[in-house]
């Protein structure tokens, strides 16, 4: 089955400083979306990119959908506290398979320090 | 206008008796998909089904595990004879159509 990697698996940060994580497939997605799940709660879309090449931000969050369509990278500037959690990439349709189904990496924990 | 609402948020069974999950999608959303976390893993899709209707279950096992979405009421995941490696977080997803999904806060299934 198709399979995300997704780096690095772990963040201890100062506030204040910047951060970057990514993803890459063994397959092609149309969409790549990135998520924040935080302790005891569900996923919060954070970003969604829908075109190779395409650059998005979302306050100081800045993702970009790979031009190979196989990699995404979600970059955080200026870290604070409440950033602390659990950040996913996720591939959402592919060629030869489904529009709907998500394919989920296994996550970024970041930790800011204060 | 409320999200995804899941019901109970934890849920404490002993082997062999049976789970129930819920799931009420936000409203005007009439496709549902179930998801199943693993700890310190990613979600996994199990089954996406519209009203009535089961579109997708390729991601669920294929015994004691069974999922609907009737026509009034939420959407329910059930799990017979529990076993211990059932214990997971179990999401749901709604969308309004086949497209960006949003999802609940999960039900946290704990087996002893």
């Known amino acids: 089955g198709q399979q995300l990697n997704q780096s690095p698996q772990s963040m201890f940060i100062q506030e204040g400083e910047d951060v970057s994580m990514n993803c890459t497939s063994s397959?092609?997605?149309?969409?790549w979306l990135w998520y924040k799940q935080d302790p005891g709660e569900g996923p919060v879309l954070l970003i969604a990119?829908?075109?190779?090449?395409e650059l998005t931000s979302n306050g100081r969050l800045t993702a970009q959908f790979g031009i190979t369509r196989k990699d995404s990278f979600l970059n955080i500037s200026a870290s604070i506290p409440s950033d602390v959690g659990i950040y996913f990439c996720?591939?959402?349709?592919?060629?030869?398979?489904?529009?709907?189904?998500?394919?989920f990496g296994k996550g970024t924990l970041l930790t800011v320090n204060p | 206008n409320a999200g995804v609402m899941q019901n109970p948020r934890h849920l404490v069974r002993r082997r062999g008796q049976e789970a129930r999950l819920r799931c009420s999608p936000m409203?005007?959303?009439?496709?549902v998909y179930w998801y199943r976390q693993l700890p310190e893993e990613g979600l996994k899709f199990m089954v996406y089904?519209?009203?009535?209707?089961?579109?997708?279950e390729s991601g669920m096992p294929k015994e004691r595990f069974s999922a609907e979405f009737p026509k009034e009421g939420p959407s329910i995941l059930r799990i017979q004879q529990v076993v211990r490696g059932d214990s997971a977080a179990y999401f749901c997803?709604?969308?309004?159509?086949?497209?960006?999904?949003?999802f609940g806060p999960g039900t946290r299934l704990l087996v002893l």
């Open positions: 997803a709604s969308s309004p159509f086949s497209e960006t999904q949003y």
């Open positions: 990119l829908y075109k190779a090449g």
């Open positions: 996720a591939g959402q349709g592919s060629s030869g398979g489904s529009n709907y189904k998500l394919t």
């Open positions: 397959s092609i997605f149309n969409t």
């Open positions: 089904l519209q009203k009535e209707n089961i579109i997708d």
């Open positions: 409203k005007g959303h009439s496709h």
